[in-house]
């Protein structure tokens, strides 16, 4: 079982607020991502990290920010939250490889459903 | 920019029968993961497939790169009740700096 957590697991929040979605991994992975998953439907990559101090935009990433002071940390950040947020936030982590291009499985966390009213 | 379709989005099969997925990419990919998703669950790695033309097995499920490099798919042999769930490849872009989802089939199992 993977040692990845997200917190909270749910939210309820109002327009306008904001909120950070906290991640952390206990495996000593190197990469990790941040992606929005709305219900059956595919994940997109919000943000995404190599390791400490790095940090990188996937095709998602507007109106959200994060930072990786840690390895083990990588939290998200929405400045103002709006209705249109309501999602589900998927954390995952992985190795970055021997050679930088041998990805290995991604681990995902259990996810914090957010909704913005 | 990068898309990733899977075919069909919706399977519903009778236990026993046999299911099978595609995965196609706009572009070529450097490798493909699988993953399954339990509802109400997270992502679960299944496998990666990295050369062209690669096959691998896994119990009842076999997968497949293509030749070129922009499509896969996963086949399961008599399905069972556990099978249920959303199948997702993720292809990995020629950058090689993210994952692609794909949208993902969902599978229903009939007893």
């Known amino acids: 079982e993977a040692d990845i957590y997200q917190t909270p697991r749910y939210l309820v929040i109002g327009t306008g607020k904001k909120i950070t979605l906290e991640c952390s991994q206990t495996m000593g992975h190197d990469k990790m991502y941040w992606y929005q998953q709305d219900p059956g439907m595919e994940l997109h990559l919000i943000h995404y990290?190599?390791?400490?101090?790095?940090?990188e935009k996937g095709d998602l990433s507007s109106e959200s920010t994060v930072s990786r002071i840690r390895t083990e940390h990588f939290p998200l950040t929405l400045e103002s939250a709006r209705p249109s947020h309501t999602s589900q936030y998927l954390c995952?982590?992985?190795?970055?490889?021997?050679?930088?291009?041998?990805?290995?499985?991604?681990?995902f966390g259990p996810g914090t459903r957010l909704t913005v009213l | 920019g990068q898309q990733v379709m899977q075919i069909p989005q919706y399977q519903h099969v009778q236990e026993g029968e046999d299911f099978t997925t595609y995965c196609n990419s706009s572009t070529t990919l450097s490798n493909i993961q699988w993953y399954k998703q339990r509802p109400g669950g997270h992502p679960v790695f299944l496998i990666q497939l990295v050369k062209s033309g690669e096959v691998k097995k896994q119990k009842r499920l076999t997968f497949q790169f293509g030749e070129a490099k922009k499509n896969s798919s996963l086949h399961i042999t008599a399905t069972q009740t556990t099978d249920v769930g959303t199948y997702f490849c993720a292809g990995l872009g020629s950058a090689g700096n993210q994952f692609y989802f794909g949208t993902g089939t969902s599978l229903t199992v009939i007893p």
């Open positions: 990290s190599y390791g400490v101090n790095s940090t």
């Open positions: 995952a982590s992985s190795h970055l490889g021997t050679s930088g291009n041998s990805y290995n499985e991604q681990f």
